[in-house]
T-cell receptor, first 117, second 112 residues
Framework: GAVVSQHPSRVICKSGTSVKIECRSLDFQATTMFWYRQFPKQSLMLMATSNEGSKATYEQGVEKDKFLINHASLTLSTLTVTSAHPEDSSFYIC?????????????FGPGTRLTVT | QKEVEQNSGPLSVPEGAIASLNCTYSDRGSQSFFWYRQYSGKSPELIMF????GDKEDGRFTAQLNKASQYVSLLIRDSQPSDSATYLCAGANNFGNEKLTFGTGTRLTIIP
């Protein structure tokens, strides 16, 4: 089956610094990837849609200058949290749509746990 | 605003019994629905998807969709302790290749 990886799996950074999270589709190409954020005991909230070769589409309320998304190739999207603050501490998960048995499904990465101190 | 609603639980079910999870959605444009299981600290894993009205069975799992009532459910038969997790319902306007709108999730505990 299709595999999506994320790196790093866990990161701790100091307030004010920037953190880059990578999302890779390992055995398929993804022109689109999705970035979600999940706070403790809450559901996944879509942050943005990453489009290969063009600008990302951000959901309402998500600061595009704070959460920089780059989708430079068909297998890699990156999310950079700039000037991170403790309230950005969360579980960040990416997904990419792929086909399985003739139907589409979303393949999720394992997630990145960000802690800002 | 597109919304997917779930009872947050927790829902406790004895081992071997049937667990019933429910979900309603507000967007009539939603075409496809997905049930994900999420263990603590892990990303979601797909259990089933359903596009058409009616029932869809896969092993111990049965998904039900009623587009007129805007209602989706998941039944888990012969519940096992390993089924204890949070179950997320999600909807999409297309058939899985677009962004998903997730419900709040239902925490299920199977009691041995």
């Amino acid at each position: 089956g299709a595999v999506v990886s994320q790196h790093p799996s866990r990161v701790i950074c100091k307030s004010g610094t920037s953190v880059k999270i990578e999302c890779r589709s390992l055995d398929f190409q993804a022109t689109t990837m999705f970035w979600y954020r999940q706070f403790p005991k809450q559901s996944l909230m879509l942050m943005a849609t990453s489009n290969e070769g063009s600008k990302a589409t951000y959901e309402q309320g998500v600061e595009k200058d704070k959460f920089l998304i780059n989708h430079a190739s068909l297998t890699l999207s990156t999310l950079t949290v700039t000037s991170a603050h403790p309230e950005d501490s969360s579980f960040y998960i990416c997904s990419a749509p792929g086909t399985s048995g003739g139907t589409y499904e979303q393949y999720f990465g394992p997630g990145t746990r960000l802690t800002v101190t | 605003q597109k919304e997917v609603e779930q009872n947050s639980g927790p829902l406790s079910v004895p081992e071997g019994a049937i667990a019933s999870l429910n979900c309603t959605y507000s967007d009539r444009g939603s075409q496809s629905f997905f049930w994900y299981r999420q263990y603590s600290g892990k990303s979601p894993e797909l259990i089933m998807f359903i596009y058409s009205n009616g029932d869809k069975e896969d092993g111990r799992f049965t998904a039900q969709l009623n587009k007129a009532s805007q209602y989706v459910s998941l039944l888990i038969r012969d519940s096992q302790p390993s089924d204890s997790a949070t179950y997320l319902c999600a909807g999409a306007n297309n058939f899985g290749n677009e962004k998903l709108t997730f419900g709040t999730g239902t925490r299920l505990t199977i009691i041995p």
